[in-house]
């Protein structure tokens, strides 16, 4: 990681910002899950943040989202909106979708987040249609869709990047590699030994970073998107990271057999947030603007917890409404 | 024929392993296919250990490729072996559609009966604490749907244990099993075994003999149904419960015996009406004899919407003792104001507060 930011200083401290609002939303929400407010199951992105907010940051407004159900970070980097994060999360009316999505399906249509599946797989191929669309309606808009490693092993996924490169659609692929499914490690079930090598054999252009550095990402994500406008193909990402939390859950799973010690304190010595924030003081920013932001998100954050405490349960006349159609 | 089922006191879950286990035991082709089947949860603990007895080589840890992996078992099928395949939520076996309904419900007739295709695929009904449209699916009417199936939909431990040894042991075709997470704690006392309605384990089962209406039950609202007729045989009111269990082949006797006595029929299933094991068997009704009926035939089963994540939304949207119970009395009597007191939403209540995942 390079010692001091070469991005300009707003970039820098706006990365910093959305990775320890998506920390703190997450750090809150292992606080208060045992409260039983929320009742819906956590795939939690805690340590992994860096790659949704690297890769919407650099979409600079002009992109479409699609996430896997470990979407909490990817939401958050893309909409900053944790009034209606929160709102979902306990199953309100002032969430995203009247608390009918909770955890796993967070979506927010005007700013371009459109959706997230408990389907494995199940975005990618969404994602290409978005893309479609914008080529022909939005020229210059991508579509960035978030998967695991996982994901990967469907054919669905195949099937997407073949008609992307076929089609020469403004798809970035994003491959959010923790080495794990559930508790399946890569090696255990891939007959193949290095995807990017697999997926440099497409039309596509294809970028890897195992730095788990925000600025690196963003600056990969830049690349990608430049690449993609000039080239007109598809970019696949693929992104090396860690789950600090369990698959499902908001418990650390530290000793659960399938952890590594060494794997663990690898990757928590170059923990997203604690880099960008060691970056921001050895770049001259001083610690009590930064202190003063975090406090600032802290705050606000807790506002969101309480509103979604006081807001509306969904009642009777939500049970219906949405299933079909209705003509308007 | 009837006889009672194999008495244990052993808990779903338990049973579920025990049914894993004695089909690696008994048949050395028997292999094990799912996502995670060997990591430490196994499969809600329903597979846990058997690796280090069976090996590696049987209980196979497959990559995330639901078609691939069902079409892997169909051929191993057909070269002898005896695959099982678990998904963890039935709603992932949506990407599996093709090879068990193409091919699998097909092999047989359509190659002029030259194959079988002995194989298990068991699927897990999620339902509670925000399992949401996507995790908590009932499919068993897509499956039942399809001749060349058989869909069986266990609720009792009792009912694993035999039907998952006659599907392994003497079955020779593709068996779709729909088990219910929320039954996987619950353990069932061998009382409370239904009696078995026919010649095989996959027969309907009678959970309990009553005169005034029939419920024709399935999965975990056979239990409902049980509690709900134990509330109302104290206040007068006595339920004849059939637990459909395979609902692909339902013993249309056995059903119309029921309500050729008592005049009166309530369905309590775990999914959607239309389409689904409500309008089944209002169809073997109407179509066998719609003159026994005495009063418009009730059924229950999820609203007609996908799952919503929110406990406020899930609490209306599935049937409840409560619920169930007020309906079973209504038509009973014949009238909304039944007079009858009702319980309050308890019974399976305990069960969804204790569910907190995992998945
Ligand atoms: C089609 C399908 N199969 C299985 C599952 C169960 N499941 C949920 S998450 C998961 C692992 C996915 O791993 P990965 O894609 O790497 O994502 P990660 O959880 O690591 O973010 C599995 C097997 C599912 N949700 N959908
Ligand atoms: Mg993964």
Known sequence: ?328 | MTHQSTATSLSYREALHKAMHDAMAGNPNALLFGQGINDHKGIFGTTTGLADKFGKHRLIEVPLAEEGVTGNCIGAALNGAYPINVHIRSDFVLLAMNQIINLAAKYKYMFGGLFDVPMLVRLVIGRSWGQGAQHSQSLQSLFAHIPGLTVIMPASSGSIVDSYAHAVRKHRGPVISLEHRLMYDLKFEPEHEPVVLGATPFSQRKVSHGSDVTIVSTSIMSLEARRAGEWLASRGISCDIIDLHCVSHIDADVIMKSVARTGKLLVADTSWQPYGVSAEVCRIVAMRDPGVLKAPVVCMGMAAAPCPTAKALEDIYYPNLTTLTDAIATLVRGKKDNGIELPHERSMADVYKKFKGPF
């Not at chain 1, 929160?86 to 700013?111: C, Q, V, W, Y």
């Not at chain 1, 590699?177 to 193949?192: E, I, K, M, Q």
């Not at chain 1, 998107?225 to 650390?252: D, V, W």
């Open chain 1, 1 to 328: 990681m390079n010692a001091v930011t070469s991005l300009p200083r707003d970039v820098a401290l706006g990365l910093y910002r959305t990775l320890y609002l998506a920390r703190r939303c997450e750090e809150v929400i292992v606080r208060i899950y045992p409260d039983d407010e929320m009742k819906t199951p956590m795939h939690m992105s805690m340590g992994q943040e860096a790659v949704s907010v690297g890769i919407c940051k650099a979409l600079a407004g002009n992109g479409d989202v699609i996430a896997s159900y470990r979407s909490h970070a990817t939401y958050l980097a893309h909409t900053e909106d944790h009034r209606s994060f929160f709102g979902e999360l306990h199953g309100r009316t002032n969430g995203t979708a009247d608390g009918k999505s909770g955890s796993m399906h967070l979506a927010d249509i005007p700013k371009g987040m459109l959706g997230a599946s408990g389907i494995v797989g199940a975005g990618i191929p969404v994602a290409l249609g978005a893309a479609f669309a914008n080529k022909q309606q939005s020229p210059g808009r991508v579509v960035a869709v978030f998967f695991g490693d996982g994901a990967v092993d469907e054919g669905a996924f195949w099937e997407s990047l073949n008609i992307a490169c076929a089609m020469g659609l403004p798809v970035m692929f994003v491959c959010e590699d923790n080495d794990l499914a559930v508790h399946t490690r890569v090696s255990d079930r891939r007959g193949y030994s290095s995807l990017p090598d697999v997926v440099r054999r497409y039309n596509c252009m294809v970028l890897e970073d195992e730095s788990n550095d925000v600025e690196a990402i963003y600056r990969l994500g830049r690349y990608a998107i430049e690449q993609m406008m000039s080239q007109k193909t598809p970019a696949f990402l693929n992104i090396r990271t860690y789950r600090y939390l369990e698959h499902c859950g908001t418990a650390p799973d530290t000793d659960a057999p399938y952890r590594k010690a060494a794997e663990d304190a690898f990757w928590k010595g170059r923990d997203c947030v604690a880099m960008q924030r060691k970056r921001l003081l050895e770049g001259g920013v001083p610690e009590s603007e930064i202190v003063k932001m975090e406090r600032a998100i802290d705050a606000d954050i807790e506002v969101s917890v309480a509103a979604a405490n006081q807001a509306p349960h969904p009642g009777q006349d939500l049970l219906y409404r949405g299933v079909f159609h209705e003509a308007s």
